[in-house]
Nanobody, 123 residues
Framework: VQLQASGGGLVQAGGSLRLSCVVS????????MGWHRQAPGKQRDLVAA???????NYADSVKGRFTISRDNARNTVYLQMDSLKPEDTAVYYC??????????????????WGQGTQVTVSS
């Protein structure tokens, strides 16, 4: 599984951005995907998650403002970010959790990351 993230940029507070994460490789092995972010000097935190069954989870700080979605035809997961705040400034990463199988049938779980995309919100 490989991930390619894009869509970051500079936006004023109150504005919107949409991040995209294109998935390639063993797509059928994916069990869930998410977006994380990391601000300078801080740990990387989960922002939004989407399971293969369609369940969505959000960090409290972004509930009601961010929406995670997917387009199966385009093998793409999106993060729509509205009402952006300066504290949303960070590098955003998409990730995928997958389960693959070794030749003897042993399940092998793993996580892959896309490259980060910078989001900067000015006040």
């Amino acid at each position: 599984v490989q991930l390619q993230a894009s869509g970051g940029g500079l936006v004023q507070a109150g504005g919107s951005l949409r991040l995209s994460c294109v998935v390639s490789g063993s797509i059928n092995s994916i069990r869930g995907m998410g977006w994380h972010r990391q601000a300078p000097g801080k740990q990387r935190d989960l922002v939004a998650a989407l399971t293969s069954g369609g369940s969505r989870n959000y960090a409290d700080s972004v509930k009601g403002r961010f929406t995670i979605s997917r387009d199966n035809a385009r093998n793409t997961v999106y993060l729509q970010m509205d009402s952006l705040k300066p504290e949303d400034t960070a590098v955003y990463y998409c990730e995928a959790d997958y389960v693959d199988y070794s030749p003897d049938g042993t399940p092998v779980a793993g996580r892959v990351w896309g490259q980060g995309t910078q989001v900067t919100v000015s006040s």
